[in-house]
């Protein structure tokens, strides 16, 4: 099974998934549009939460991080005037330090995350989307900023004019993502945002023609008129796609073959040219996670 992965909703159906199928079956190809350079080291927010989560230390609560970490590196440098983009733990930082100093020794962003798997003894397959960087840009009437001063920084406050995706033209998949598509027919394409979170592993040149012919279900991250959580009504509208779960199916053009969106969601089923299956896809626990993956598994199995 492939996941794509991005963001918080997509975890939260991973740790149902890992209920259902062994870790080794799985294997999760993920954003790093969103990846930025912070003292120093390269923060991988979507990747690090499918690491930490694999490895048994996120902190589910928050869905970021690590739990139980602390932070006095983070609350020193505050101290002394230096205010950093993101909060991080001191073991979260500590694994960032690792990851780029094997990258500043010529290790692809691959290779590192490789090294991370196996130094937590994670079975399972995760893979940076690509080893280019590339980064989420969001124009705004006050200028263009990248997608972490957005939604970290301005806490998602400003107007959207416009997103893309800067480097995304010269971005390739890697030869591990495209050897893992090769070799598996089921994508499950998670409930994150589809225009920031699982919108730049489509833009790779070639992934959407290599999805066309797989079988592919997407959870959509929304419900009526509103996402979950997150920015994703923002970006949306800003994409020129309706904020519904007919606008999900939308952003992701003819790669799907079924969308499941929640039991309460508005929508009529008549509106999409695709399957559409209804569950409840409000993850609040980890036996409803189980139950959403579960659901999505069934889908899978009457294609």
């Known amino acids: 099974m492939i996941v794509l992965s991005g963001g918080t909703g997509t975890p939260k159906l991973l740790q149902g998934l890992r209920r259902i199928i062994p870790d080794e079956n799985i294997t999760v190809i993920v954003n790093t549009a969103e990846d930025i ?19 048994g230390i996120l902190d589910d609560k928050k869905w970021w991080g690590i ?28 694994i960032c330090i690792f990851r780029s100093e094997l990258m500043r020794n010529g290790a ?68 591990e993502v495209l050897e893992a598509l090769a070799n598996d027919d089921y994508v499950m394409i998670g409930p994150s945002n589809p225009i920031t979170s699982v919108g730049p592993i489509l833009e790779l040149k070639g992934v959407c023609d290599i999805l066309e012919n797989k ?3 997407a959870v959509s991250p929304i419900i009526g008129d509103a996402p979950v959580s997150g920015p994703a009504g923002k970006l949306m509208t800003a994409m020129g796609f309706p904020v519904s779960s007919i606008g999900v199916a939308r952003s992701y053009g003819d790669i799907l073959d079924v969308i499941v969106i929640d039991e309460r969601d508005t929508a009529d089923d008549r509106d999409f040219n695709i399957g ?28």
């Open 108 to 175: 692809s962003l691959t290779d590192a995350t490789m090294r991370l798997s196996a130094a937590f003894g994670i079975r399972a397959r995760i893979l940076p989307m690509c080893d280019e960087k590339v980064d989420t840009m969001i124009r705004t009437p006050q200028g263009t900023i990248h997608f972490q001063d957005f939604w970290v920084g301005a806490h998602g406050e400003p107007d959207i004019i416009e997103m893309k995706i800067k480097g995304i033209e010269k971005a390739r998949p890697t030869n």
């Open 276 to 303: 559409v299956k209804r569950f409840d896809t409000m993850m609040t626990t980890v036996e409803k996670s189980e139950a959403l993956a579960g659901f999505v598994m069934e889908a899978f199995r009457e294609l």
């Open 37 to 55: 350079p912070i003292s120093g080291n390269l923060i991988s927010p979507d990747m690090d939460t499918v690491l930490y989560l694999f490895a």
């Open 215 to 217: 079988k592919v279900v």
């Open 67 to 94: 739990k139980n970490d602390t932070f006095k590196t983070s609350e020193t440098l505050t101290r002394l005037g230096y205010n950093e983009k993101l909060m991080l733990g001191d073991t979260d930082r500590a």
